[in-house]
């Protein structure tokens, strides 16, 4: 007994050590453990979780965090549902490789969803938050999800990432935001999905992809649909009230159309009455009144002649459209003709990507088991096919100065458009790094479909036509595009340090603060940009889109603006970008009457000085009221140097001159003028950002370490970097 007694108490005594050694080493993978950190910090680090500030602890898995689930030393579950957070969701969170639900809904989140997240999760819920933005495409690859809520938030633009590939996905909540058009072709390949809550958004066209999916409960209530309810939804629980759907009859489907499954398959074929009593009851035991009464021997002969003359006036039609079909064949064969064979093996394998839909490609016959999302081989005369906008048979004149590139090239430089190659989202569409074969990297802006519809391939053109025209040191270079099948891509120049935006507010372990030295060269470079859109180009070029994450850095930090002209050229550009409003670049009278002038672009210039002084994002829900607007919390103190002082971003540790740092601030205070007439043309700017740096006392002690570029040839004297 007293050896037994012994082992027991070395037992006990190595479990104790043991537990001590996990305390102190940390029982949390380390990747996780910073992706943790760095959530805790994007929510405001929220003293209501209770979580350890920076140096007392950073075990969410060894120690008690709120809301945070670990199996071993993997993060697998965030539940911080409800608790009145603030901030915003940050960009970091994608180690967590482990977690299968995220749950922050009902608090008071604002900003966007970035494009990092977990890749494995399951239960994603951010419903009852202020997001605003487009959802990610990146949403695509969360191949693991089951339940996704994005409910009641103020999303904008389509549900435009791609549902192919979330087969195990079975409730969808978007509702209650400001999405708005076409549902896209993808939603019908949800094989699981079984709740789908799509009401109060701006949803255009029909709903005639949900037909055959297995749902349970739809509610499409209050958008914008047209069409007809197709009749498998009719069997389900669906509520679809505030649409503008269409009366009468549904039209028949085209011939050779499978019939429509049918739920209650009990039901007896016909018109008859469906009450239960009298006759019908009699009949239906056993089976023993089965004979046919005369009126309906007479009710079936009726039906045969009408059915025998349906499928004469079919089969009428069907000759007439079998000559336009074989028309519009001659046209698509006539442009995979003129690709060299082994660009058109390309063309065919496309035909599985995520980029173009199969059925783009279809050119069997004017009989199709199931409608394409364009309905292009209905019954038409020659005339009508004249008319069709998407039949590719007109040549696109190519500017002399850019490449013309096949989708087939852009699939295999940014593999197959996937997330991995993704570095932006904006206003017009998504932005992807592509990586050639000869080792050349560039940027491919994939336009979106909302923003620029297939049958404006014309405009497109002469979009591309009028951007490669501009030609400036700041300005980022267009090198190419393609047209192909509807699509609009851009190619541009690629930057290697990314945007400004990603400098002044993702922190990382590999990028450095800004010196003082390279926030005003990059101020002088994003300037002088603006003064050749605006006072060098004719006629002028408002861009419409001035913001940090349009300020894109190449290896020696200096400023190259992207998107010129993009807005300008763009039709109902103003009404794509009215739905920013509210991100703290737009001047006052943009919000008012949703226009756009090169004083608008001064006032947005304006705001991004501001943000390179003090390091604050233009408008950031997490703090305080009053502080939330950057412009309107700043504009009063930019001429107290006392105050000046206080709001200068922290990370510059003091190494900036104060001379320069007012000068600096006084060209912001004329540029942010809340009336228009009031601000400077970009020409006086651009001037009184050279006297600055003229004058200002540069030190050596304000250089720090080499991060403010090389010579760029300038003609000023004394510019030194600039």
């Known amino acids: 007994m007293e050896k037994g007694g012994r082992v027991v108490v070395l037992f006990t005594s190595a479990c104790i050590l043991l537990w001590m050694a996990i305390v102190v080493n940390g029982d949390t993978d380390p990747n996780d453990a910073t992706s943790i950190r760095i959530l805790f910090q994007g929510l405001n680090s929220a003293p209501q979780l209770g979580w350890p500030s920076n140096g007392n602890g ?6 008690f965090w709120k809301g945070i689930t670990c199996s071993v030393n993997r993060v697998t579950e965030i539940n911080l549902s409800n608790l009145g957070l603030t901030g915003t969701l940050p960009y970091g969170l994608k180690p967590l490789t482990s977690l299968t639900n995220l749950d922050l809904s009902s608090n008071n989140l604002g900003g966007t969803i970035p494009y990092e997240i977990p890749p494995n999760v399951k239960r994603l819920n951010l419903a009852n938050n202020n997001l605003t933005g487009n959802i990610p495409f990146s949403f695509s690859d969360l191949t693991s999800l ?3 809520n994005l409910g009641h ?3 904008q633009q389509g549900l435009s990432f791609d549902f192919s590939r979330l087969s195990t996905l079975s409730t969808l909540d978007v509702s209650f935001n400001a999405l708005t058009g076409d549902l896209p072709q993808s939603l019908s390949l949800l094989p699981d999905i079984t709740s789908m ?12 992809i949900l037909a055959n999916l297995p749902l349970k409960f ?14 498998q939804l009719q069997n389900i629980n669906i509520q679809a009230g505030s649409n503008a759907w269409s009366s009468g009859p549904v039209p028949p489907p085209p011939p050779g159309t499978p019939p429509a499954p049918k739920s209650n398959q009990h039901h007896k074929p016909g018109g008859g009455s469906t009450s239960h009593s009298g006759s019908d009851s009699d009949t239906s035991e056993g089976g023993k009144k089965s004979g046919i009464g005369g009126g309906g021997i007479a009710g079936i002969l009726i039906s045969i002649v009408v059915i025998g003359a349906i499928v004469a006036f079919f089969l009428v039609k069907r000759r007439k459209s079998k000559k336009a079909s074989s028309d519009l064949e001659k046209l698509e064969n006539q442009s995979f003709a003129s690709l060299p064979s082994n660009e058109l093996h390309h063309e065919v394998k496309l035909q599985t990507s995520s980029l173009i839909d199969p059925k783009m490609f279809d050119t069997s016959s004017s009989i199709n088991l199931k409608p394409p999302p364009i309905d292009r081989y209905k019954s038409f005369d020659e005339n009508e096919l004249s008319k069709k906008p998407i039949v590719v048979k007109k040549t696109v004149s190519v500017p002399a100065n850019l490449k013309s590139y096949s989708i087939a090239d852009l699939q295999i430089a940014t593999g197959s458009f996937s997330v991995d190659h993704l570095v932006g989202e904006g206003s017009f569409g998504r932005v992807y790094r592509a990586q050639f074969d000869e080792g050349k990297v560039l940027a491919v802006k994939k336009i979106d479909s909302s923003v620029l519809p297939n049958n404006l ?26 047209s192909e099948y509807g699509q609009h891509l851009l190619v541009y120049e690629f930057h290697k340090n990314g945007s400004l935006h990603d400098f002044l507010h993702l922190e990382d372990e590999y990028s450095k603060p800004l010196i003082w030295n390279t926030r005003v060269k990059i101020a002088l470079g994003t300037a ?10 004719s006629p002028s070029v408002v861009h419409k889109n001035i913001k940090s994450t349009n300020i894109l850095l190449d290896a020696e930090l200096s400023p190259h603006l992207s998107d010129s002209g993009l807005a300008s050229y763009i039709p109902n550009a103003d009404q794509v970008l009215n739905h920013n409003i509210g991100s703290g670049y737009d001047a006052p009278e943009v919000a008012l009457s949703g226009q756009y002038t090169l004083k608008s672009d001064v006032y947005s210039f304006g705001v991004v000085m501001l943000e390179l002084l003090s390091g604050w994002k233009p408008f950031d829900s997490s703090r305080p009221r009053l502080e939330q607007s950057l412009v309107r919390w700043a504009t009063p103190q930019l001429h107290d140097i006392d105050a000046l002082a206080k709001m200068v971003d922290p990370t510059l540790k003091g190494l900036y001159p104060v001379k320069s740092l007012s000068r600096f601030a006084d060209v912001i205070a004329l540029c942010v003028q809340p009336e228009p007439e009031f601000r400077p043309p970009m020409s006086e700017v651009v001037q009184a950002l050279v006297r600055l740096v003229q004058r200002a006392n540069m030190s050596k002690r304000t250089f720090g370490s080499d991060l403010g570029g090389t010579p760029r040839g300038s003609d000023e004297p004394g510019l030194r970097d600039f």
């Open 197 to 208: 809550y799509m009401q109060n958004n701006q949803f255009t066209g029909t709903i005639n």
């Open 153 to 155: 938030n103020q999303l």
């Open 146 to 148: 089951t339940d996704l």
């Open 218 to 231: 739809l509610n499409v209530e209050n958008n914008h649909f047209t069409g007809w309810i197709p009749e």
């Open 528 to 537: 002088r940009a603006l003064e050749y859109l605006h006072e060098v180009c």
């Open 58 to 63: 950073d075990d969410p898995c060894g120690q």
């Open 457 to 482: 391939s014309e405009d497109f053109t002469d979009i591309v036509s009028n951007i490669s025209h501009l030609h400036h040191p700041n300005v980022t270079e267009l090198v190419g595009y393609c």
